[in-house]
């Protein structure tokens, strides 16, 4: 008898075992994603100290200005947020949100610009306006005006038709009895808009068509737009985007336990990954019934959203910021993986945080609220993954993430740029491109000779453009440099290694003169004349006690200077026309009161650089 026990308690033992073992697979509903690669930011540096995906091109798309809004979006508003992103029709379609001042203070529009490459934009124009509520109605007491929130931005219906869609609430807390309801309208091809209508009204509060300013949609004479809007009813997979302001008192969701900002992607095996902020993921499948949201201890992140999504390459991705501060969302990273479960190789999609022009609240430090283009909503040319973001809540931003997203690169390096496109993407190159501070090929000296361009008349912003080269503790790195002037402006030239420590230094300064740093001390190297081609060669040898040496049109300026930071190798080559940064840091106030930057909406005397035949040869 006693045997017998032994061997039940044992059988026993292997199924709890075996039950532990299920509930704490990583794959299944208790932990849907994984983040495996075991590097983490380093706080104290805009771009954590991490390696780059190869090629991101980062292009600024609205950059507000308060005293010379025709120069913007014709509004002046600085508080700009949350933006959609959809391809339909051969155009690039971007929605973002937007206060004057302040978030989730009134009053609140949505604006919308368009782009056939994802480089070039047009000006933004108001899709939803700010709301006014009709004659005798009130707003409720404890609330302070309008605002507009959304978490979902398009649906390409079945027939083709685009719809755009915000929501309107009310400030300072849209949510729940606070919220109005969802509209909708419809964007045709020739950039028009049709008219406005509710498409669900909260369920917390009685809003309806005698109380609300924009019609019921099923009003509409447009009867294919009626079946667009029941289409996007219908699909329960994409209206749990909505969840967040409403939450269904009327069973309209099929989730009753979620986080905020929901993603998702489908998995290879056909079922649904959902992702929501603070690290909260899920599992369905059925795209309508979820797993009870649960938080991926590998994942780290706060109140920034997370986007993830299965890419064209046949893998998968998430973008996130890897922190836990609300104010500090910085940097941008994204990791991969073949599975859509375990994801690896932490890299940097966007690694600048430029100075917040002009104060507001919660606007958080950094490029956050990130979102691709969501499952059914277009497919862009190309093989590429596009994301958009704010910076600082303040300006617009959208990026190009190439596929496969790697980080290393094998053998010599010679570019260029002879066989890019004018003003197209600019391969292997990653690319900081501002409005007031543009980075692209240009037809310089001629069309068959080109050369990448540098342009700056920002006061507190710079074009950036940095080459990622084969990981060496010996190299010898060439670059033609071209100055249009040579008494304002400047060119900084940093060779680095995969931290972005920066053991190689130099500068095309604003006086005229060529520096260089040797250890901690800046050099002299020579003067320059606008108008000429200077041929730089830098040798450095990376090992302990490291130096470099310089040459320019083949003279030996520099010899066996002393690193500025001990380093075992190096790794990329950053062009920049303003000084390195750092701040704002993790100790900056993000809430303390203060006046708008100085200067912020004036450009300075524009300078122009042009880099060419570029090359790193590993020793």
Not at 205 to 214: K, P
Request: hydrophobic share 35%; charged share 20%.
């Amino acid at each position: 008898m006693r045997t017998m026990n032994n061997i039940r308690s044992t059988i026993l033992l292997f199924f709890i075992l075996l039950t532990i073992q299920g509930f704490s697979q990583t794959g299944s509903i208790n932990e849907p994603v994984r983040y495996v690669g075991g590097i983490s930011v380093d706080p104290s540096v805009h771009e954590g100290r991490l390696r780059y995906a190869i090629g991101v091109e980062s292009y600024q798309t609205v950059r507000v200005n308060r005293t010379h809004p025709e120069w913007s979006d014709d509004h002046g508003w600085t508080y700009n947020h949350a933006p959609n992103l959809c391809y339909w029709r051969g155009k690039f379609y971007q929605q973002y949100l937007s206060n004057p001042i302040d978030e989730h203070i009134a009053p609140g529009q949505t604006l919308i610009l368009t782009s056939a490459d994802g480089r070039n934009w047009s000006k933004p124009s108001v899709v939803f306006p700010p709301y006014q509520a009709p004659a005798g109605v009130k707003i409720p007491d404890g609330y302070n005006g309008y605002m507009m929130h959304q978490r979902m931005g398009f649906y390409v219906a079945p027939d083709g038709r685009l719809l755009v869609l915000a929501f309107y609430g009310h400030a300072e807390d849209p949510f729940l009895k606070g919220g109005i309801g969802r509209v909708v309208r419809e964007v045709h091809q020739d950039g028009t808009f049709g008219p406005i209508y509710f498409i669900r009204y909260s369920s917390h509060a009685s809003w309806n068509e005698t109380n609300t300013s924009f019609p019921f949609y099923t009003h509409s004479a447009d009867r294919g737009f009626v079946d667009a809007c029941k289409a996007l009813l219908s699909d329960k997979l994409k209206t749990m985007q909505w969840w967040d302001e409403d939450q269904g008192l009327d069973g309209f969701y099929s989730i009753i336990d979620a986080g905020s900002a929901f993603n998702y992607f489908h998995r290879k095996d056909g079922k649904v990954v959902g992702l929501w902020k603070r690290s909260l993921c899920a599992l369905s499948d059925d795209g309508e019934h979820f797993s009870k949201p649960v938080k991926s201890p590998a994942l780290v992140m706060a109140g920034g959203k997370i986007w993830g999504q299965a890419t064209k390459d046949g893998r998968y991705a998430l973008t996130y910021n890897p922190i836990e501060l609300d104010e500090y969302r910085y940097p941008l990273v994204v990791v991969s993986g073949d599975d859509g479960i375990i994801f690896d190789n932490m890299l940097l999609v966007q690694g600048e945080v430029p100075p917040r022009r002009f104060m507001g609240r919660w606007k958080d430090f950094g490029p956050c609220y990130m979102r691709g283009i969501v499952e059914g909503n277009g497919n862009p040319p190309g093989d590429d993954m596009w994301l958009t973001y704010s910076m600082n809540k303040e300006d617009i931003w959208i990026s190009k993430i190439p596929l496969p997203i790697r980080y290393r690169v094998e053998g010599n390096v010679n570019d260029n740029f002879d066989n890019m496109q004018t003003g197209g993407a600019v391969t292997n190159w990653n690319i900081y491109s501002p409005k007031w501070a543009p980075a692209q090929v240009a037809d310089f000296p001629d069309a068959k000779n080109k050369s990448l361009m540098l342009q700056d008349k920002d006061p507190y912003d710079y074009s950036r453009v940095i080459r990622v080269i084969r990981e060496t503790d010996q190299a010898e790195i060439a670059v033609n440099i071209y100055p249009e002037q040579a008494d304002h402006g400047m060119l900084e030239m940093d060779v680095t290694d995969q931290f972005g420590n920066r053991p190689v230094r130099l500068r095309f300064d604003e006086d005229g003169k060529i520096k260089a740093m040797n250890g901690s001390q800046e050099v002299v190297l020579q003067s320059y004349k606008p108008g000429n081609w200077y041929n730089l060669k830098i040798t450095i040898v990376a090992q302990l006690f490291g130096t470099y040496s310089v040459s320019v049109d083949g003279k030996l300026l520099l010899k066996n200077a002393l690193l500025s930071e001990a380093v075992k190798s190096v790794e990329r080559v950053s062009f920049r026309t303003g000084i390195y940064r750092d701040l704002p840091n993790r100790n900056t106030p993000n809430q303390d009161p203060a006046s708008p930057l100085p200067g912020a909406d004036e450009p300075i005397v524009n300078s122009r650089f042009y880099i060419d035949n570029f090359s790193a040869i590993s020793k």
